[in-house]
């Protein structure tokens, strides 16, 4: 019989278990949620870029329409030259931008891929001691009921069935 306010080995195997269950699932969410949040940036970054790339092409083929059809818009035509310049070292810098942000998004994969494997690693283990536990639990169990036998026989064998008359031997 178990000792009151004395908690089962394998309850608490089960509990630790559930707690590393739950821990896991929580750690994988979040994991999760920081990779969709990269790759939605991602996504903003390559729509961002696209528009402006859209919109640098439309401005430079407008700049060298005017310059065409009139000479006094060179001097406005290399000042937007240069300004376009200045937008494609921006275009430059969001391009790293987005290889730092999609090498970011392949490390996050990676250390999911880790920490899912840790996890199926550490439920296995925590699977193995179970067992180990239910195992141990019935052999003592089973030691118990053997022991309550032997003394239940050592009392019965202690105890004579007819005890001779005048209380003693003959």
């Not at 690693?121 to 052999?139: C, K, W």
């Amino acid at each position: 019989m178990r000792k009151p306010g004395k908690t089962d080995a394998l309850d608490r195997l089960r509990k630790l278990r559930r707690d590393r269950e739950r821990l896991a699932i929580e750690t994988l969410g979040q994991e999760r949620a920081a990779l969709t949040a990269a790759e939605g940036r991602e996504r903003q970054a390559e729509a961002d870029r696209d528009a402006y790339e859209t919109h640098r092409a439309a401005q430079e083929d407008r700049l060298y329409a005017a310059a065409l059809e009139q000479p006094a818009v060179v001097d406005a035509l290399e000042r937007l030259g240069d300004r376009v310049s200045e937008l494609a070292a921006g275009s430059r810098r969001q391009e790293a931008v987005l290889r730092d942000r999609r090498a970011e998004t392949s490390r996050a994969e990676s250390d999911t891929d880790a920490a899912r494997e840790a996890w199926t690693q550490r439920r296995r283990a925590a699977d193995r001691l179970d067992r180990l536990a239910e195992r141990r639990g019935l052999a003592r169990r089973k030691a118990a009921e053997i022991r309550e036998d032997v003394t239940a026989e050592d009392e019965a064998s202690l105890t004579p069935a007819n005890p001779a008359p005048g209380g003693g031997r003959s």
